[in-house]
């Protein structure tokens, strides 16, 4: 079970997450705070999966705290939850870490499934955050030689793999790695390629012909 903390200022929109991240089975709800500070003081920080973070936060910032969460614990994945979609606060995020950025207007079961994407080594942003980002990207690499400057070897063949169809398990087995290796490389592709999905990178590869 995913264990989830949530760091919103908004009291409306925290109580609005808690309520319903309380009733999902395959999501347990640890902690739910309105500041960064709060969230520092809790013993359970160590629990947890997931952490969805405001970055307009009174005192420590959300980016801030992104960069102290992956000091604590490298493995603790943290999702941005703003209703900024401005490239600052979006690279900001990722630079320090961040493994997604979803907007306010997100509905409550696409953050979920949003989540969920991330605990399975996906990346999770809203559609206006993966199309500027996207359209940054298509301006920064517009040839596909610079691909292999990018990504290692294993990323290249992985995309290979997915490219023909296999699963991540079958990608696991075909190159005699775990299965958590393939979702880490995925990730990691996604992160250096700036998409989200596998439909978005199918797009990309084929685009660069």
């Given at each position: 079970?995913?264990?989830?903390?949530?760091?919103?200022d908004?009291?409306?929109?925290?109580?609005?997450l808690?309520?319903?991240?309380?009733?999902q089975?395959?999501?347990?709800?640890?902690?739910?705070?309105?500041s960064?500070?709060?969230?520092?003081?809790?013993?359970?920080?160590?629990d947890?999966?997931?952490?969805?973070?405001?970055?307009?936060?009174?005192?420590?910032?959300?980016?801030?705290?992104?960069?102290?969460?992956?000091?604590?614990?490298?493995d603790?994945?943290?999702?941005?939850?703003t209703?900024?979609?401005?490239?600052d606060?979006?690279?900001?995020?990722?630079?320090?870490?961040?493994?997604?950025?979803?907007?306010?207007?997100?509905a409550?079961?696409?953050?979920?499934?949003?989540?969920?994407?991330?605990?399975?080594?996906?990346?999770?942003?809203?559609?206006?955050?993966?199309?500027?980002?996207i359209?940054?990207?298509?301006?920064?690499?517009?040839?596909?030689?610079?691909?292999?400057?990018?990504?290692?070897?294993?990323?290249?063949?992985?995309?290979?793999?997915?490219?023909?169809?296999?699963n991540?398990?079958?990608?696991?087995?075909?190159?005699?790695?775990?299965l958590?290796t393939?979702?880490?490389?995925?990730?990691?592709?996604?992160?250096?390629?700036?998409?989200?999905?596998?439909?978005?990178?199918?797009?990309f590869?084929?685009?660069?012909?």
């Amino acid at each position: 079970m995913l264990k989830l903390a949530i760091v919103e200022d908004t009291d409306d929109i925290r109580e609005a997450l808690e309520s319903y991240f309380s009733t999902q089975h395959t999501i347990q709800l640890l902690i739910a705070t309105p500041s960064a500070e709060d969230f520092l003081n809790y013993d359970a920080i160590g629990d947890i999966d997931i952490l969805l973070c405001d970055i307009g936060l009174p005192g420590i910032s959300g980016v801030e705290l992104v960069w102290r969460v992956k000091q604590i614990d490298p493995d603790i994945h943290v999702v941005m939850f703003t209703v900024f979609d401005e490239e600052d606060y979006i690279f900001q995020s990722l630079k320090a870490g961040a493994s997604g950025y979803l907007l306010k207007n997100t509905a409550l079961k696409d953050i979920k499934e949003g989540l969920l994407e991330v605990d399975n080594g996906g990346a999770s942003m809203s559609p206006q955050i993966a199309k500027k980002l996207i359209g940054f990207f298509n301006k920064s690499i517009p040839v596909k030689k610079d691909i292999s400057a990018i990504l290692s070897d294993k990323e290249l063949l992985i995309i290979r793999y997915a490219q023909q169809g296999y699963n991540n398990r079958q990608i696991a087995e075909e190159m005699f790695i775990a299965l958590d290796t393939v979702k880490y490389h995925i990730k990691n592709i996604y992160r250096k390629l700036e998409v989200n999905s596998r439909k978005e990178l199918d797009k990309f590869y084929s685009r660069l012909g």
